[in-house]
């Protein structure tokens, strides 16, 4: 009895590993083919240029409240 309880444990054992696996191969598998990724990236890299521009305008409204002078390349004039 003792050898059937084993045999069944290993049969059993094996086949959730391999369910398991097999789960684990689909879901790699399925999220590769979103781009899910690929929009994270890309909207990142957005929000950093929107971030980076937003404060140049806000560098050149503190220069144009403290009425400094501005160059023809749009940035003040240094002191």
Known sequence: ???IKLIFNV???IS???IFKWLTMGWKWAWS???VDDNAIAALKEVKNRL???SDEMEDVVDAL????????GKAKKA
């Open 16 to 18: 959730l590993e391999n």
């Open 11 to 13: 049969i059993w054992t």
């Open 52 to 54: 980076e521009n937003a």
């Open 33 to 35: 083919k979103t781009k």
């Open 1 to 3: 009895m003792k050898i």
């Open 66 to 73: 403290k009425g400094k002078k501005i160059n023809p390349n």
